[in-house]
């Protein structure tokens, strides 16, 4: 249950309904989940989160499933149930392959052991690294 | 400086320097960085992380680029200063480009707003993202 | 479902009664939440956690509204379920307005957000920030 | 060292350009931190960062020096140094006392505290406060 | 609800079922919790985070109640429900102490808070820390 | 650097002087970290954290050593410079001998990596782990 009210379409104002049409024609279904009910109590907040998301999410120089296996690393480092959940269901509509997932899963499993040993050990960062990084933007 | 001393390849024992040599021959380059010397005070902890960490980051289903962004963006939402300087040098030595890597930093940012968000208003998790991760399986 | 036993007034030995009693007296309700019974099967953590929180949360140069609020965003970035939900309430019960949760809200997600590309990119502290604080301190 | 080349104005397009000047502009200063001079390798990035932060962070319901705390409260919890720096240097310059910055210290720590005592014995949510806010809301 | 099914023996593949019969051997118990029937969804993944965590967890220069506590430590400070109540439950089955359970809670605490203070303030790590360390590695 | 003055001794008002007297007293040891330097700025604080630290970490049912390895799993996983090359000084000061610290990383590791995972498959709690712990606890 979340701390606030979740806003059907029917209660919505304009704002928001702008808002939900958007999302049922850019998704292509009618079917709009709680995460943007939940925002609708604040609607400048719901237009701006939303319309940064289609612009961040659509494909570019990165597909669309591999930004949503990346939006569900960070999402399961900072242990979000919602995101993990929504995202996992995205990426599989998106055409996320069972083996992708495998792979997705043992890469983060390794990502979260090794940011522990790193942290644990505090090793100090190669400079061969610092520089390769200045050389890759051609300093 | 890191709460262990870092272990060079003249001083190491016959098991660390088996997994240096081995760290040489996949990588193609004589260099060994930071991590894997400090691993290297505990031998068996060396040569596990070393085994999984090339089986896993290896190409396969998801190719080597995408893994590396997977755990650059773990890392990033663990705040490992070691791990997403290590990882954002490997991921661009392997042909992330500029483009990719501005899409990869807008996706962990809107990743982390959409988390602080999702868990602030404690939104629940919709019924249909559940079935269609069973119907995902074949249930 | 808790790790422990949610211990009852009736069930409670004189320490915790005690607590208890002041815990009554000072929010001036009956009502004990969960994290209390929970926290008093150690008697001396109950005591010390409800005294500090007592001092600490009370309105002193930042008002307690604000402390909600404070108190809230750290929750939200380290995922606390109860801690989101029970503070909420709290802070609506002290008086936050629908709309000073709402700009609660946004400056939480700016700040994960920022947080996950200042992270992301290393971006080195500025000096000028350095010196400015020491100023502040009248070095 | 960042993962990225700083952008300094004089070798900046004309979108980056804009965004500077308009940074200079609200702020009063010629002074650009490093935050801004790293996401201005992505101008896309940048413009809506910078558009985002300026609109939640002027003062609203929450003045401005509550939402600097906020913020630093958030970047505390995900271990950002940057972000701990840039906003306690913020906080100061709009008027946070160091009484305020005292007690910011406190409530931060008593959350961080507390936020571990209710993860590591999973307290249930009360129903009452989940009732509480839903009547908050005129359900 | 899981992200996957759950596996359960007599649908699983030869390689899932040798893993689950050397569970079962190790433990002593026919019981299969559900961190590896969701695993199971992925063998070679299932098979390494087990033969890891039999290695790791068996007693050695720590004991395995304290090496329980550690891991209880971790999943608390990450916010994983399931981790907390399984290695809670596993500490408890080793024999773990109600009273030393209530002082691992109070240094979870004390940890979680004094992190928020370290990070709060960016206290720079003493000279002398760095030193002894080195030393203790007899340099 | 800090986000505020670090006080010595020679500059310190009577309340912090008795809180670094009795620092020296119980440490036997006329250092004083940079911790305390920096919590002195407010005097109450540093009163607080210094007193419930001196009774949280002294040995009780869990031994001063085991105290520290549970102090640095919390910091690691919370990314705490500091607190991570603080309490790794004190564990080894205290007598953790480099068995048990190769011991404590691989535990670290395990816990982090398993983390990963039963976020990222979100594994629901199985029903024995929550009736075992009530037993555990006499119901």
């Known amino acids: 249950m979340s701390t606030v009210k979740l806003v059907e379409y029917d209660e919505a104002g304009a704002e928001v309904k702008a808002v939900y049409d958007d999302i049922r024609r850019v998704r292509k279904t009618d079917f709009i989940n709680n995460f943007w009910k939940a925002l609708a109590n604040h609607p400048d907040l719901l237009e701006r989160v939303w319309s940064t998301g289609k612009e961040v999410m659509a494909p570019g120089e990165i597909d669309a499933v591999?930004?949503?296996?990346?939006?569900?690393?960070?999402?399961?480092?900072?242990?979000?149930?919602?995101?993990?959940?929504?995202?996992?269901?995205?990426?599989?509509?998106?055409?996320?392959?069972?083996?992708?997932?495998?792979?997705?899963?043992?890469?983060?499993?390794?990502?979260?052991?090794?940011?522990?040993?790193?942290?644990?050990?505090?090793?100090?960062?190669?400079?061969?690294?610092?520089?390769?990084?200045?050389?890759?933007?051609?300093?």
């Open 66 to 139: 591999t930004k949503e296996m990346i939006y569900i690393a960070v999402s399961v480092a900072n242990a979000c149930e919602y995101c993990v959940h929504s995202h996992t269901a995205s990426a599989f509509a998106k055409g996320m392959s069972d083996g992708q997932y495998g792979e997705l899963l043992a890469v983060i499993a390794l990502a979260q052991q090794n940011n522990g040993l790193a942290s644990g050990m505090q090793v100090p960062v190669d400079q061969v690294f610092l520089k390769e990084e200045s050389q890759e933007q051609g300093e």
